[in-house]
């Protein structure tokens, strides 16, 4: 897609959403329903109780590469609705896309034997811990300290910039199934079943990269911002 593009309230969702597939998993995380008909973006997110412009900051971050929100943009969107988002992409990755891609790599690894069933488990599970460790931190200590800020009460043993340091890569273990599904399966197993758990894999990751510059280059900033009263 082209860098320059800029996404409005004033374009058809439908319009919109037609620009990038990764905008359909966007509207559904933020609680919209599909079914909108010809209706604009702004139209969309008022029926919805959406803020348009925290929707389309975040589907701007995923559909346009390297984009850098307006510092005017910054200032008008509210943190709670990028808390909400993320909140609601902690429980879709964890409840629905992983048990999706358990079923498609369960399915990959039918014709082989158990100790390829055995192996592909684990890489799943150890990267399912690890990706709930991470939410859970966020959730425990990270959200409930903006909650804090929001209202004036936080505290001096935590800061915005102490999760920036400690803010861990939920990226190499999944790096590491996909690269064993790729290259390693053996040829018993059918090249659609591969393509489907690879597809699944793809999604995440790519999916993944955009959550993480949502909470660095948004959440962040927007918490710092209002530490410093600004």
Request: proline share 3%; net charge negative.
């Amino acid at each position: 897609m082209n860098d320059n593009f800029q996404f409005s309230g004033q374009q058809k969702m439908s319009a919109l959403l037609s620009k990038d597939f990764s905008l359909l998993g966007v509207l559904t995380r933020m609680g919209l329903p599909f079914g909108f008909g010809d209706a604009s973006v702004e139209e969309v997110c008022r029926k919805g109780g959406v803020d348009t412009k925290a929707f389309l900051l975040i589907c701007s971050i995923y559909a346009l590469d390297g984009y850098v929100p307006p510092r005017e943009l910054m200032q008008e969107v509210d943190v709670r609705d990028i808390v909400k988002y993320l909140h609601r992409s902690h429980r879709w990755y964890l409840d629905e896309f992983l048990e999706e891609l358990a079923d498609a790599l369960k399915e990959m690894t039918a014709p082989c034997s158990e100790k390829y069933h055995l192996i592909i488990r684990k890489f799943l599970n150890d990267y399912r811990e690890e990706l709930a460790k991470h939410f859970a931190y966020e959730e425990e200590t990270v959200f409930p300290y903006v909650d804090q800020v929001l209202a004036g009460k936080e505290g001096k043993d935590f800061t915005i910039l102490q999760y920036e340091k400690n803010h861990s890569n939920i990226q190499e273990k999944l790096e590491d199934l996909k690269s064993l599904v790729l290259k390693y399966m053996p040829d018993i197993c059918e090249s659609r079943a591969i393509y489907r758990a690879l597809t699944y894999i793809y999604a995440l990751e790519y999916d993944l990269a955009r959550h993480t510059v949502i909470e660095d280059d948004i959440l962040i900033p927007l918490v710092s911002r209002l530490e410093h009263h600004e």
